[in-house]
């Protein structure tokens, strides 16, 4: 018998109630049967559901919650720029010198820069990371996938700003339009994700909501697996993170 290794994990983020349960695999119908126990006066109440961007997940909450508005969780869309951002650099890496990048080469240098947002740079490291980036790679393909990157963050900041019509539809333009020109393929794939997520990715823009909650009790239940060094058996292994994640939330008996 297969023990199964993954687990979805359903957490409360509006309230207080934290873990809320976990489901056996990451299946379109483990997650709707999850659900579907709950019964449906407590399936109806749910209004928002945060997540990854996941087709699967995104099934199963369309089929099991269709009154539920879908938001994708902002950082793993920033995420998918950072990906695509390291795979343009990795690219024009071996196109250039026919192998991976070394610590000499100014690329493989700025890798952790490429990465931080424009706004956690100083002045001097900016121009640095920009300067040696024109000089080593005269395409601009790497510079053209960091503004990409920080197009998109551009547009997800709108929801910090009340997630104005007028705003995101300018924003989402400029990004467009810069994915679509620079004839790169990851980023023409970044640009068609945002697009095929997009009622999620709105959802973001005017609820502000995030998977924050969710990925903090994640690090828990991994942390308590690890502690455990695993479980043969789930139940006890459920037992031990539903414990772990439920203790800040105990009172504190005084004897």
């Known amino acids: ?94 196109d250039t010198h026919g192998r991976r990048g070394r610590a000499s080469d100014p690329a493989w240098a700025a890798r952790r820069r490429l990465l931080r947002g424009r706004e956690r740079l100083r002045s001097e490291q900016f121009a640095r990371m920009w300067n040696d980036l024109v000089d080593a790679d005269p395409s601009s393909k790497i510079l053209t996938a960091w503004i990409a990157k920080e197009e998109l963050r551009a547009l997800l900041a709108c929801a910090r700003r009340g997630g104005h019509r007028h705003e995101i539809s300018a924003r989402l333009h400029r990004f467009n339009t810069w994915c679509a020109d620079s004839r790169l393929p990851e980023l023409e794939r970044l640009a068609g994700t945002i697009e095929a997520w997009w009622p999620e990715v709105l959802g973001f823009l005017q609820t502000g909501l995030t998977n924050a909650g969710t990925e903090a009790t994640n690090r828990t239940v991994k942390t308590a697996a690890r502690t455990a060094y695993g479980f043969r058996n789930l139940d006890n292994q459920r037992r031990r993170v539903r414990f772990a994640c439920a ?3 105990r009172r504190v008996t005084v004897c």
């Not at 349960?21 to 109806?44: C, F, M, P, Y």
Request: glycine share 6%; with cysteine.
């Open 1 to 94: 018998m297969k023990l199964e290794t993954f687990e979805t994990n359903f957490v409360d983020l509006a309230g207080s109630q934290g873990l809320l349960g976990q489901a056996s695999g990451r299946t379109k119908a483990n997650v709707i049967a999850w659900l579907d126990e709950r019964g449906q006066a407590w399936k109806d109440a749910v209004a928002v559901v945060a997540m990854d961007p996941c087709a699967t997940y995104r099934a199963a909450i369309v089929e099991a919650l269709p009154h539920a508005r879908i938001v994708a969780d902002h950082f793993h869309l920033v995420q998918l720029a950072n990906q695509a951002l390291t795979d343009v650099r990795r690219r024009v890496t071996w």
């Open 247 to 249: 203790r800040s939330n």
